[in-house]
């Protein structure tokens, strides 16, 4: 490779957006934080008290978590799940397919279609979403599924989610189950293990790396979730989450003091995943 | 002994059906649902068609309605306007950076790259009130311009990342007997790596253009109170807000603005998935 200064010709354009787009305003945030709504008197830390203490922010740690916990664990539970069983069968890529399919719409036609799934009738009127007709169907009484809290509408929220997400795991876990050598479990069954041994001994510590590949990754998406509650229920009943509630003290109460704390707290959160993120990419470096 | 091997096979595949169904029918009740007239959408539920076929009836009449009274097809328009010029710009931008980062040799280049890996991770969040303030003093909210460069800055670490471990994995031969015979880098760039990383850039391409094509966030803080300039999901989300309840509406306004990105995941598949399966660190 030959020296020149000719690489800032090419770098100049990134630097400029990563600049300007990225770095300036994350510290400018991080300052904003320390001062009051109107960005004019120093606060101290009066907005990271506020943040970690009303209670509106409470319900949305709370959210969050069960978001983090639910979402996770179905996602790459099930995606493990269909990875391993759809090796079996022949019609394998038409059922990806599918699944994958909800990772190309965008949150709002998502939440858009499951808000109709979850529609809410009283009990006089015909049921249209698709769900409450089961309900009724069955005997029951219509559920306002994302109106009764705490428990129903934060899973029915998370439900989209894992619909959106799924795909996107089992793609992922297959592709990496498609690696393990067919020999060493063809072996293994012949030694007598049963599906269930070859699964949890084999199967599970191949995977281990890529599980814990996906599971960062849903962990980071999920603390930042924002589209598919502020479609559908905004917050209310409970539903709030740390982004949205980001969003509505920027937006709709102007309080940039809050927001930006709001938004450094987020950021707190993600950074042990996004270390991970970085180690992994410089271990793939080193092997180069 | 072949029946008893299938039958032992049947909750296997009863399961994956299941599964193929829970994932299929919401859109599918939602697409029927689209070509309902009002009346019926709200005297029963769209699965009637399945168990009494002879009482269906149809429509467009919720089309034409979204796309020319509700402004949906103003906003697919903007949708364009928006997610090409972006997808262009970013890429471009992107690919000069990767190059330097992966075959160029300087101070500072790991440092660099450290860089951009970390600032994958950063949340959109953090960024979001000094660029909007910057904004209102250069007047740039509302306008495309704004919107464009922000999606160009937001999503450059990334892109970045992705050309440059490809273009990295190049053989280094390739380059030096180029640079021998005197090619000098921007020939190398053009001619040399542009052309060979041509899967590589319809990944990157299908990717970033789903990506700002399905954009809320963005748009709803630098566009938000401009309709006439709202993309797809904005406007959607709009009429969520204000008129929740007309399902007719809803649901055809929700089908315009997944027509490009179904479209999209079918035709392109393999390019999508592989620019998503690469976009796992995005998050």
């Known amino acids: ?288 | 002994m072949r029946w008893r091997r299938r039958l032992s096979r049947l909750p296997l595949h009863l399961f994956l059906l299941t599964v193929a169904l829970v994932w299929l029918i919401p859109t599918l009740g939602l697409f029927v649902s689209s070509f309902r007239p009002k009346q019926d959408l709200y005297s029963s539920g769209w699965w009637t068609l399945i168990t009494h076929p002879s009482q269906a009836r149809f429509t467009l009449e919720n089309y034409r309605r979204v796309l020319l009274r509700e402004g949906m097809g103003r906003a697919f328009l903007n949708s364009f306007i928006i997610t090409v010029p972006t997808t262009i710009l970013t890429l471009g931008v992107a690919a000069l950076a990767a190059y330097a980062l992966a075959w160029m040799e300087f101070r500072g280049r790991q440092l660099l790259l450290v860089l951009v890996v970390g600032l994958i991770v950063v949340p959109l969040q953090l960024s979001l009130i000094p660029i909007l303030r910057i904004y209102q003093t250069l007047g740039l909210n509302g306008t495309f311009l704004g919107v464009w460069l922000a999606h160009t800055g937001f999503g450059l670490p990334f892109m970045i990342y992705l050309l440059r471990n490809f273009f990295a994995a190049l053989p280094s031969e390739l380059f030096e007997s180029a640079f021998i015979d005197g090619a000098s880098h921007f020939t190398a760039f053009t001619r040399l790596l542009l052309p060979l990383s041509v899967p590589v850039l319809a990944s990157a391409a299908v990717f970033q253009f789903l990506w700002v094509w399905n954009d809320l966030l963005v748009a709803l803080v630098f566009l938000g109170g401009y309709e006439q300039v709202a993309p797809l999901p904005l406007k959607l989300a709009l009429l969520v807000g204000s008129r929740g309840q007309d399902w007719h509406l809803l649901t055809a306004a929700a089908f315009v603005s997944m027509i490009v990105p179904m479209g999209v995941f079918l035709s392109l598949q393999r390019y999508f998935v592989r620019g998503i399966l690469a976009g796992a660190l995005k998050g």
């Open chain 1, 1 to 288: 490779m030959r020296k020149t200064r000719v690489h800032w010709l090419y770098l100049a354009p990134a630097l400029f957006f990563l600049t300007m787009y990225l770095i300036y305003p994350s510290i400018r945030t991080i300052i904003l934080s320390f001062y009051g709504p109107r960005s004019q008197n120093f606060v101290g830390f009066h907005n990271y008290i506020t943040a970690f203490t009303s209670p509106s922010m409470l319900v949305a740690f709370r959210n969050n978590l069960l978001w983090v916990l639910v979402f996770t664990f179905f996602n790459v539970g099930l995606g493990l799940v269909l990875a391993v069983l759809l090796d079996r069968v022949r019609y394998e890529v038409l059922v990806k397919s599918i699944v994958f399919l909800p990772m190309a719409i965008s949150y709002v036609a998502a939440g858009v279609i499951w808000k109709f799934m979850y529609a809410y009738r009283p009990t006089y009127a015909a049921q249209i979403g698709l769900l409450n007709a089961i309900v009724v169907a069955l005997g029951g009484k219509p559920i306002g599924w994302l109106i009764e809290r705490p428990w129903i509408n934060n899973l029915a929220l998370i439900a989209v989610g894992v619909w959106v997400w799924t795909g996107f795991c089992t793609v992922v876990i297959s592709a990496a189950y498609k690696g393990i050598p067919k020999e060493m479990l063809e072996a293994a069954r012949i030694d007598g293990a049963n599906e269930w041994q070859v699964f949890w001994r084999i199967t599970i510590p191949y995977l281990k790396s890529t599980l814990a590949m996906v599971t960062t990754t849903m962990i980071v998406f999920v603390l930042k979730v924002f589209d598919i509650v502020y479609i559908m229920t905004n917050g209310a009943y409970d539903t709030e989450v740390i982004a949205n509630r980001m969003y509505k003290e920027m937006f709709l109460y102007q309080n940039y003091g809050l927001a930006s704390a709001i938004a450094v707290v987020l950021f707190v959160l993600i950074v042990p995943f996004s270390l991970i993120n970085i180690r992994r990419f410089r271990a793939q470096e080193a092997v180069r």
